[in-house]
């Protein structure tokens, strides 16, 4: 759990937008693609006067369709945006920070791409 004091840019929109005053982070270290219980397991976590509600799920190779529709349901049910990022995504934000980009393009564009999907 990470505190999320920024004052402006993209972490100060999502603690407006998203309630994310805390940055939830569950790093698995799976062979598999994580699935339901894991999204729910971070679920539960996320609450409008505590944690807030956005969550981030790191794992090696991503998620499974029944993660994917948990975190549909929780968001559209709940108002809970939990993302799921992989090691390429880790490994873009790492190499943009590197060059002096700014490594949070990668969850404001899988934030983008979770809600046009819906």
């Not at 990022?85 to 880790?90: E, G, I, K, Q, S």
Request: hydrophobic fraction near 40%; glycine fraction near 6%; charge should be neutral.
């Amino acid at each position: 759990m990470l505190a999320n004091y920024a004052p402006e840019g993209f972490w100060s929109f999502m603690r407006t937008h998203y309630q994310a005053d805390f940055i939830v982070v569950d790093p698995k270290n799976y062979r598999k693609q994580v699935g339901k219980p894991e999204v729910l397991q971070v679920a539960n976590y996320l609450t409008q006067h505590g944690t807030g509600l956005f969550g981030m799920i790191m794992t090696r190779v991503g998620a499974d369709k029944s993660a994917e529709w948990t975190c549909r349901e929780q968001w559209i049910l709940h108002n809970k945006m939990i993302i799921i990022l992989n090691d390429a995504d880790v490994q873009q934000m790492l190499t943009a920070k590197g060059v002096g980009e700014e490594p949070s393009t990668v969850v404001r564009q899988a934030i983008e791409q979770f809600r046009l999907r819906i």
